[in-house]
């Protein structure tokens, strides 16, 4: 029987399974943080100064949205000043998506939240100033729409990657090629930037409805649109949130999705009339890589490098584990 299996970085090999725009995203993060933390000190202080508490009520506001966006930009940092520590088995690809399914429970509470101050206001609405809260509801719109398009998803694809880059699975132990496989995988989707950019969104759609709310309050005396809209966005802050749970978490419990077509990808690259496929697991290891551990039976057996060599073509792969059995008679 051979194996292919995974070392300590003493057997000259790493498992570092970062994104390929890791450090842009990270810097992106940080800089949407220091932007929403400079708006946030000026509303609280202008706010005190002029006595508006709506400037003083949105400061606030600001400061729970920055420091919801601080559990993406802390899994950024974490995970790469661990990347090369031999305790995290399979690297730390995956502290994204878990950073992503905390700031989704974040934004869930963040959705009950503005329903349930919004049923408050239904039962006893309240005297707005509605020029004053334009004018806070606008500036805060133009603060987030700047911080979404720093932390938008760029979709480019780079199939070249390293020469001996993710979509080269590798060999360990058993195999004579012993290059580490510190690989950096682009073009695809980062849960963790998806979390701080649904809460800049969110906050954008709160800003977005109340304004609309304002408007229409301040045109037709219609007090209820205010709430009533508070209600709608909290509905689609929690669709949003719902969503950004389940990615994470199935990411979270090496669950593949159904359109995933990876373990096929794998059994039509290995399997032949004498090969053949008795044991298969396929589960994300980071944005852009995937582990596969392979076990199969062959009438005529060849060494890993054979079967290796055969899913190099498929570039999700980061690190793979093969594992070879005669076939019984």
Do not use: C
């Not at 719902?242 to 690259?269: C, K, M, Q, T």
Request: glycine letters at 8%.
């Amino acid at each position: 029987m051979s194996t292919v299996h995974a070392g300590w970085p003493r057997d000259g090999h790493e498992h570092v399974f970062l994104g390929g725009d890791h450090r842009r995203n990270e810097t992106r993060t940080w800089l949407v943080i220091a932007l929403t933390s400079a708006m946030m000190v000026a509303e609280i202080v202008a706010g005190t100064v002029f006595g508006s508490m709506a400037l003083v009520a949105d400061g606030w506001h600001m400061a729970t949205h920055a420091a919801a966006m601080l559990i993406a930009a802390l899994a950024y940092l974490y995970a790469r000043r661990n990347a090369h520590n031999p305790r995290f088995t399979f690297g730390t690809g995956k502290m994204g998506d878990l950073a992503a399914f905390a700031s989704a429970i974040v934004l869930a509470l963040i959705a009950m939240a503005i329903a349930w101050e919004s049923l408050l206001r239904l039962r006893a609405p309240v005297q707005i100033d509605f020029n004053q809260a334009l004018a806070v509801a606008t500036l805060g719109l133009l603060v987030n729409l700047a911080s979404a398009w720093l932390l938008r998803e760029d979709h480019h694809h780079d199939h070249g990657r390293h020469h001996h880059g993710a979509g080269h699975p590798h060999a360990h132990a058993g195999d004579d090629d012993r290059h580490g496989h510190d690989h950096h995988a682009t073009g695809v989707r980062d849960n963790n930037l998806r979390a701080a950019y649904l809460h800049v969104l969110a906050d954008a759609l709160t800003s977005v409805l109340a304004i609309a709310a304002l408007l229409g309050a301040r045109a037709y005396g219609w007090l209820w649109l205010d709430p009533a809209m508070g209600i709608v966005g909290a509905l689609v802050i929690a669709r949003w949130s719902w969503g950004l749970i389940r990615n994470a978490g199935a990411v979270l419990l090496d669950y593949v999705p159904s359109g995933e077509n990876l373990p096929d990808e794998i059994r039509l690259a290995v399997e032949t009339r004498t090969d053949r496929i008795t044991d298969l697991h396929v589960w994300q290891l980071g944005p852009g890589h995937h582990g596969a551990i392979i076990a199969l039976a062959s009438a005529e057996p060849r060494p890993p490098s054979f079967y290796r060599e055969k899913l190099s073509r498929i570039h999700e792969l980061s690190h793979v584990t093969i594992e070879v059995e005669p076939a019984a008679a």
